[in-house]
């Protein structure tokens, strides 16, 4: 019979990476959590018209990458590409907007597009991000680019990452530039790729996100977005970096950097890493205003950014330290039958006391189990035979200097109380 195995461009994590990803959503909730930002979890399913109208029908996402098909009452749903769209839905649907003048979110969770697999792209991938709502103020977007920097420095990557940072303007700048950098590329349009050809007429400044070289050369001299900046942009993105300056945190004005979708507006900003290679994007975002009143809410400011979870842990350095720590602080060792039941009440104990505890379900010999609590990177060992079971003593062996002594087990949580203050 033949062997079922995972589906082209999705992978199990496994037991020995889990606690990689443990490592990486413990610092997302702490960071969230000290910015004042809340979890939010919605369906891993849309109406597919929602990615639609949000992220433009011409995109390669909608309009090439989605899981959609039909349901059994003729409603056309999507497995979610992206979790802005479902966020701004969800902040739509339940009135968000009027229990709080500010909404701070953040989120994490898989997402699907039917792209070709490669390292760190994945057809199922994970994302984490954050969305603030309500405010149009540049503080609000200079805190929003602090907690991915937090987030980074945290995970000890932020050494090895470059902020880069745009502003593509309001929409009455957008509109001006639009027309200037169609009138720059009109001669050279026949040379285009027939996917920039298309960008063209639908949002021309989506081909500066090319990645194809000749078109990149014959970019070289186009006209920038802030030649057409109003006064109120200019402002606006001059607060911005005036912000990130008095947190120090570094920046690169980068005036070819558009985001890919359609629903951005002013500051764009993406964090790259030098460990990933030509494909180095780690994380982007940007502000987008006009994206609650496209999908039927009161127009509302809005703010945030996105990350490939998988690209995450490709970047972090430390990781493998952060993560070699062991979970577990004492391994069990009991030698005969008769003492598993002690055994067992005095590892509940120690648990019930915030200690993490394995033990030997497979009645193996002492040498089998001291090999095991070695290999399982566990601190101590306590060791349960016949004598200590009629003394109703323990011995506790420090794995790590290899000191052993004989104490009370009614003294045994207060021993480790002890060691760890």
């Keep these: 019979m033949r062997q079922i195995r995972t589906v082209k461009g999705t992978h199990d994590i496994l037991p020995g990476d889990t606690n990689k990803w443990q490592v990486l959503e413990k610092i997302i909730h702490g960071v969230g959590s000290r910015f004042g930002y809340q979890e939010i979890r919605t369906p891993i ?27 059994r009452d003729g409603t056309n749903l999507t497995l979610r590409p992206e979790l802005t769209a479902p966020v701004v839905r969800s902040f739509i649907q339940h009135s968000l907007g009027t229990a709080a003048p500010l909404q701070r979110l953040y989120y994490i969770g898989p997402s699907f597009r039917r792209e070709r697999p490669q390292k760190g792209r994945l057809r199922q991938f994970h994302q984490f991000g954050v969305e603030a709502f309500g405010s149009g103020n540049p503080e609000q977007d200079a805190e929003v680019i602090a907690m991915a920097w937090h987030i980074l420095s945290q995970l000890g990557i932020s050494e090895s990452s470059a902020l880069q940072l745009n502003s593509i303007g309001s929409p009455d700048c957008r509109m001006a530039y639009r027309e200037t950098l169609k009138e720059f590329i009109r001669p050279n349009l026949d040379q285009l790729s027939e996917t920039s050809q298309k960008r063209f007429e639908t949002n021309p400044l989506r081909i500066l996100d090319t990645k194809a070289t000749h078109e990149k050369k014959m970019l070289e001299g186009a006209p920038s977005v802030s030649d057409c900046y109003t006064d109120e942009d200019k402002w606006h993105f001059e607060s911005v970096q005036d912000f990130l300056n008095a947190m120090d945190i570094p920046f690169t004005l980068n005036p070819r950097l558009v985001r890919g979708l359609d629903y951005y507006t002013r500051t764009v900003f993406e964090f790259t890493s030098k460990t990933l290679g030509a494909q180095d994007a780690l994380l982007g975002g940007g502000r987008y205003d006009g994206l ?8 509302t400011p809005g703010i945030g950014f996105a990350a490939g979870m998988e690209r995450f842990l490709m970047a972090m350095e430390e990781i493998e330290q952060k993560s070699g720590e062991s979970k577990n602080d004492i391994y069990f060792v009991c030698l005969n039958e008769e003492g598993l039941s002690d055994a067992l009440s005095l590892s509940n104990e120690l648990r019930q006391a915030g200690y993490n505890v394995i033990s030997d379900p497979l009645r193996r010999s002492m040498k089998a189990q001291m090999r095991e609590a070695n290999k399982s990177g566990a601190r101590f060992a306590l060791i349960l035979g016949e004598t200590e079971r009629e003394q109703k003593s323990i011995q506790v062996k420090d794995l790590k200097n290899g000191d052993q002594i004989s104490i009370a087990q009614s003294d045994l949580i207060h021993h480790f109380q002890h060691l760890t203050k």
């Design 292 to 299: 609650v009143e496209t999908l039927g809410g009161k127009a």
């Design 45 to 71: 399913f849309e109406e597919t018209q929602l990615f639609a109208r949000s992220m433009g029908e011409d995109t390669d996402i909608v309009s090439k990458e989605m899981y959609s098909w039909k349901d």
